[in-house]
C-alpha cells in the first residue's frame, strides 16, 4: 500500500462526494457493522483517530475477508459516488 | 238614607259622564290595578257589593245609584269607582289647591242669594214679595260662579208671566165670543118668530094671492137670516174652542216648562238656584197643582212611583234641595273635626263627599284655603299612589305608603302593603331563578325568569342590577374568549395555559373551545415536565441527553418560551455534540451521504444512546440503498 495517499479526515468530513472516484489509505479500528449491504457486501464503521473520526467502510463480498471488530486494519479505500468507502484491500495492522 | 242615596246619585251623575268604568256589575267592584286599591278612597270594606245590588234594584236601576261601602255608583249596567276616578281625583285636586270665595264679588253675589230666598220665604212679614226678589235676579246672575243660572231663571218667569198673559187675552176673547154667541141666539130667534108672527094670506082674490107671495118671500129672508146666525155662531162656537184648548196648553206647556228647569238646576246640583225656583213656582202656577208633570213612560216617573210610592212634586225637589245643603254643611264640619285629629284618609273622603254634592254651595266654596292644604299632599300622595300601582312601580307605591302612613292616623294601609309584598316576594323569587340561571350558563332560562319578573314589577331596582351583572359577566367572559382564539393563533400555549382557570369559565357552553384548552394544558404539562428532566440530566452532567430531549419537544413548540431558552442552554453546554448532530443533517440533506454517516458516528461516539444519530445514520443508509438499488433496477 505505498504510494497510496492517506484519506484526509478534515476533507471527508467537509465534502465526501467531492473526493469520489479517489483512491486513499486509510487505519483505523473497526468500530461497529453498521448494515449488510447489497448481497453479501458489509457495511462497517472505522475510527480512524482516538479523536473520534469515524468514517463508513463497505466491504465487497469478493474479498471474503474476516471482519473482527477491535481489529486495527490498513485499509486501501475507494471513494465511491456516495461518499462511503470502498474497500479495494485490507491488511491487518 | 234614600234620599242620601237619590241626592248624591243624581249630583254625581253629570261629573261621571266620562268616569272609569269597572269591568263587570256582578264581580265585586273592582279598580284598575290589582288587588282593589284606593288610597284616598280608604276602601275598607268589600261588603258593599251585596248591598249595591238589592239597593240598587230599589230604584229600578234606572237612576244611578252609589254605595258607600264599596265607594262606586251603578248605573246603566255599569259600575263606576267614585274615587278611583281620574276627572273626579283631578276636580278635588283643583278645588283643595284653589284658594276660597270669599272676595268681595263672591260676598256679593252670596248676599244677594240670601236676600232672594228671604223675600221668597213664606213666613217673611207681609208675605213673600216675588217682583223684588225677581229683580234681583239679573244682578246674582251676573256674577261668574252663578253662571247664568240666576238670568235662566228670570228668563223662565218672564216666560211664564207672558204665557199667562196670552192666557187672559184669550180669556177675554173668548167671553166676547160668548156675548156675541148671545147676540145671535137672540137675533135667531128673533128672527125665527117674526116668521110665525106673520100675518095669514086671505082666502081668494087678488089681494089674497099677493098677500101669499109676500108672506112667503118674507118667511125665506127669516130663514136666510137664521141659516146666517147659525152659521156665525158655529164659527164662534168653534173659535172658543180653539181658545179654550190654547189656554190649556199654554198654561201646561208653561208649567212643564219651568219644572225642567227646576229639576235641571236639581241635577245640576244648583240647590239654591232649585230651591229659588221651587219658591218662585207657586207665585206663578196658582191652582196649587205642584206634582211634577212628567211622561207616565219616563223612567223618572217610574222611579218615583216604585221607590216612593208618590209622584214627584216641586215640594219634594224643595225639600231635597234643602237637604243636600244641610247635609253638605254637616260634611264639612265633620271634614274640620277630623282634621284636628289628623285623620286626612276620613277628612279628605268627607270633604269629597261634599264637594261632590255641593261643588256650588257657600260652605265648601268658602272653606278657608289653610284647612284645605293640610289634606291637598296626602289627597295628591293617594292619587300618585293609585298610579304607581295601576303602573306597577312597587317601590314609589311604598315610599308613599310610608309617607302615608306618618301624615295620617287613619290611613287603611294594608291593601297596598298586601300588593307591594306580594310583588316584592314574587319577583324576588323569579330573580333568584334568573340569578341560577346565570350561573349555570341558562341563557333561555334566564330570559324567561327576567321577563316573568319584569311582567310583575318593571321598576324594580334589583332587575337593573342583576342586568348588568350578567352584561358585565357576558362581558367579561366574551373578551376571555377572544383573548383565548388570539392565543391559540399566536400558538402562545404557555399563557394559555397560565390563565386556564379564566379560559374553562368563559368556555364552559363552548365544547370545542374546552378541547382546544385542555389540548393546549396537556401539552405544556408534557413539555414542562420535559424541561424539568432535562434540566436534572443537564445538572448531573448528561447535558447531551438533556439536548436531545428538548430538542425533539422544541420541534413541536418552537415557540415555548421555557423550551427556546433551556435549548439554548444546552446548545452552549453540548456545543461538540450538537455540532457533530447538526453537521450530520446538513450533509444528509445535501446527500453527502459519506460526510453524514462521518458525523453521526462521530456524535453516537460522543453520546451513545443518541437516538438523533442513531436514526441519522439509519436514513443515511437507507437512502444510500435506495439509491443504489436504482441504477440496478433500471432497465
Redesign the interface.
Known amino acids: 500500500m505505498t504510494g497510496l495517499t492517506p484519506l484526509s479526515?478534515d476533507e471527508?468530513?467537509?465534502?465526501?462526494?467531492a473526493l469520489s472516484g479517489n483512491t486513499y489509505k486509510i487505519e483505523g479500528t473497526i468500530?461497529n457493522r453498521?448494515?449488510s449491504?447489497?448481497g453479501s457486501d458489509r457495511?462497517f464503521?472505522v475510527?480512524i483517530s482516538e479523536a473520534?473520526?469515524?468514517?463508513?467502510v463497505l466491504v465487497p463480498a469478493s474479498l471474503e475477508a474476516n471482519i473482527q471488530r477491535g481489529q486495527r486494519y490498513v485499509l486501501k479505500v475507494r471513494?465511491?459516488e456516495?461518499?462511503?468507502?470502498e474497500v479495494l484491500q485490507l491488511l491487518k495492522a | 238614607m234614600k234620599k242620601l242615596f237619590f241626592l248624591m246619585s243624581c249630583g254625581l251623575l253629570p261629573a261621571q259622564l266620562s268616569a272609569q268604568v269597572l269591568p263587570s256589575p256582578s264581580a265585586a267592584p273592582a279598580q284598575s290595578s290589582p288587588p282593589p286599591q284606593n288610597a284616598s278612597g280608604g276602601g275598607t270594606s268589600s261588603s258593599g257589593g251585596g248591598q249595591s245590588s238589592s239597593q240598587g234594584s230599589m230604584f229600578g236601576g234606572v237612576l244611578p245609584h252609589m254605595d258607600p261601602g264599596s265607594e262606586t255608583a251603578t248605573w246603566d249596567g255599569k259600575i263606576w269607582s267614585m274615587n278611583n276616578n281620574r276627572l273626579v281625583r283631578s276636580k278635588f285636586e283643583i278645588y283643595l289647591a284653589t284658594p276660597e270665595a270669599n272676595g268681595p264679588e263672591d260676598q256679593a253675589y252670596r248676599d244677594i242669594m240670601a236676600q232672594i230666598v228671604l223675600l221668597l220665604a213664606p213666613t217673611r212679614k207681609g208675605g213673600p214679595d216675588v217682583s223684588s226678589a225677581f229683580a234681583l235676579l239679573p244682578e246674582a246672575g251676573a256674577a261668574k260662579i252663578d253662571a247664568g243660572i240666576c238670568n235662566t231663571i228670570a228668563n223662565g218667569v218672564y216666560d211664564v208671566w207672558l204665557a199667562q198673559r196670552k192666557v187672559t187675552s184669550l180669556r177675554s176673547a173668548n167671553d166676547a165670543m160668548s156675548k156675541r154667541r148671545k147676540q145671535l141666539e137672540w137675533n135667531n130667534e128673533v128672527a125665527m118668530s117674526n116668521a110665525e108672527l106673520a100675518p095669514a094670506p086671505a082666502n081668494g082674490g087678488k089681494g089674497g094671492a099677493a098677500a101669499g107671495n109676500a108672506q112667503k118671500q118674507g118667511t125665506a129672508a127669516s130663514i136666510g137670516r137664521v141659516s146666517g146666525y147659525v152659521k156665525e155662531m158655529a164659527e164662534i162656537e168653534a173659535r172658543k174652542k180653539l181658545n179654550e184648548t190654547a189656554i190649556g196648553l199654554s198654561e201646561v206647556s208653561g208649567k212643564i216648562q219651568f219644572q225642567a228647569l227646576i229639576l235641571q238646576m236639581f241635577m245640576q246640583r244648583r240647590f239654591e238656584h232649585a230651591l229659588i225656583a221651587c219658591r218662585l213656582y207657586p207665585h206663578m202656577f196658582k191652582d196649587g197643582d205642584s206634582v211634577l208633570q212628567l211622561e207616565d213612560s219616563s223612567d223618572l216617573k217610574k222611579a218615583f212611583s216604585a221607590g216612593m210610592g208618590v209622584p214627584p212634586t216641586v215640594s219634594m225637589v224643595d225639600s231635597l234641595s234643602s237637604e243636600a245643603i244641610r247635609s253638605v254643611d254637616e260634611a264639612v264640619v265633620a271634614f274640620d273635626q277630623l282634621v284636628m285629629r289628623q285623620d286626612y284618609q276620613s277628612a279628605s273622603n268627607r270633604l269629597m263627599e261634599a264637594f261632590a254634592v255641593g261643588e256650588y254651595l257657600p260652605r265648601v266654596r268658602r272653606l278657608p284655603m289653610i284647612q284645605k292644604v293640610k289634606v291637598l299632599d296626602y289627597v295628591r300622595d293617594g292619587n300618585q299612589l293609585i298610579n304607581a300601582l295601576e303602573m306597577k312601580d312597587f317601590g314609589l307605591a311604598e315610599e308613599l305608603v310610608t309617607r302615608m302612613r306618618k301624615t295620617s292616623k287613619d290611613f287603611d294601609f294594608s291593601k297596598p302593603q298586601a300588593a307591594i309584598e306580594t310583588a316584592r316576594t314574587v319577583t324576588d323569587m323569579h330573580l333568584i331563578n334568573a340569578n341560577v340561571a346565570m350561573q349555570k350558563g341558562d341563557q333561555v332560562g334566564y330570559a324567561s325568569s327576567m321577563k316573568s319578573a319584569t311582567e310583575i314589577w318593571p321598576s324594580n331596582p334589583k332587575l337593573r342590577s342583576l342586568s348588568e351583572k350578567m352584561g358585565q359577566k357576558s362581558d367579561v367572559q366574551s373578551q376571555a374568549l377572544m383573548e383565548l382564539d388570539r392565543l391559540l393563533s399566536q400558538r402562545a400555549f404557555r399563557q394559555i395555559f397560565d390563565q386556564q382557570g379564566q379560559f374553562f369559565a368563559a368556555a364552559f357552553d363552548d365544547p370545542a373551545r374546552q378541547k382546544q384548552i385542555e389540548k393546549v394544558v396537556a401539552d405544556v404539562t408534557e413539555v414542562t415536565m420535559v424541561v424539568k428532566v432535562a434540566e436534572e440530566q443537564s445538572r448531573s452532567g448528561n447535558s447531551f441527553g438533556a439536548w436531545e430531549a428538548v430538542e425533539k419537544v422544541y420541534t413541536r413548540f418552537p415557540e415555548d418560551p421555557e423550551v427556546t431558552k433551556i435549548r439554548s442552554d444546552l446548545s452552549v453546554k453540548a456545543s461538540e455534540y450538537v455540532s457533530a448532530i447538526e453537521?450530520a443533517k446538513q450533509?444528509e440533506q445535501r446527500?453527502?451521504?459519506?460526510?453524514?454517516?462521518?458525523?453521526y458516528?462521530?456524535a453516537r461516539?460522543?453520546y451513545p444512546p443518541s437516538s438523533f444519530a442513531s436514526t441519522g445514520?439509519?436514513r443515511v443508509?437507507t437512502a444510500?440503498?435506495a439509491?443504489?438499488?436504482a441504477p440496478s433496477s433500471a432497465p
Request: neutral net charge; hydrophobic residues 45%; aromatic residues 8%.
Open positions: 479526515m471527508y468530513l467537509e465534502s465526501s462526494n468500530d453498521l448494515d449491504w447489497k457495511l464503521s475510527q473520534g473520526s469515524f468514517v463508513p471513494v465511491l456516495t461518499g462511503i468507502l | 453537521k450533509h446527500k453527502q451521504s459519506g460526510s453524514a454517516l462521518a458525523w458516528l462521530k461516539h460522543m445514520i439509519e443508509i444510500v440503498k439509491e443504489s438499488a
